[in-house]
């Protein structure tokens, strides 16, 4: 009988990371399909909450917040879609242009995973396609206007996304959830917390999820 566990992804949808952590991960479950059934929440982080809407250039923010060089940024950017490639993940060769605030998208996203609102992998494929609208395709994921095409494509109720977006709607929640990570001292993602107390941080390869949610699962991982 398969072991059920419950997965929360802690993440950012302008985090590279994040997207090459999901692919893996996902890679790692269609391994274990037999032996695992995942109950799965996507959980809010800001990389950077205070980003005005009309966002920063790129390699100003990477520099001011990381003191990286242009070069380094490049070598870094051609590791992480090397990255992406193996994994079945597309980034563009030549990165995104700029950086921008996400707590919109973040907002979507708690909507989305509201049980009592529609099917659960609806959530999984807005946090899939928001990584894809702005890594593969250089979107804006700050533009409303990004947001609601996203929400179309995956199925999602288009005028109600459009209502939550016009307000505050889920602000206070996203905060809320955002405080209890920081607080529980998660300060860089993604962070897969797997039965609310097994911790596996960073973008790790394949076998590093698959070997730890087989552990996990068999009982044998440490309380």
Not at 149 to 161: C, H, N
Not at 206 to 220: N, R
Request: include cysteine; hydrophobic fraction near 40%.
């Amino acid at each position: 009988m398969a072991t059920a566990l419950k997965i929360d992804f802690v993440s950012d949808v302008s985090c590279p990371w994040c997207a090459i952590g999901l692919s893996a991960l996902e890679k790692a479950l269609q391994r274990l399909a037999d032996d695992v059934t995942v109950d799965m929440h996507f959980q809010p982080f800001e990389l950077n909450p205070g980003m005005p809407p009309e966002g920063q250039d790129i390699t100003e923010h990477l520099t001011q917040k990381y003191g990286s060089t242009p070069e380094q940024q490049a070598l870094a950017r051609e590791a992480i879609r090397s990255r992406g490639e193996g994994l079945g993940f597309v980034f563009r060769a030549e990165g995104v242009t700029r950086i921008y605030n996400t707590f919109d998208a973040h907002r979507l996203l708690h909507w989305a995973g509201l049980a009592t609102t529609q099917p659960p992998a609806l959530q999984r494929a807005l946090k899939e396609a928001l990584l894809e609208a702005y890594f593969t395709h250089g979107d804006n994921p700050a533009s409303h206007e990004v947001l609601l095409r996203v929400v179309d494509k995956v199925g999602l109720d288009v005028d109600r996304a459009r209502e939550i977006l016009a307000g505050n709607e889920y602000a206070d929640q996203v905060r809320e959830r955002e405080r209890f990570y920081q607080d529980a001292g998660i300060h860089s993602v993604p962070a897969v917390i797997i039965n609310d107390r097994h911790l596996i941080s960073g973008g790790q390869p394949v076998e590093v999820f698959e070997h730890a949610l087989q552990h996990i699962a068999s009982g044998k991982a440490e309380n």
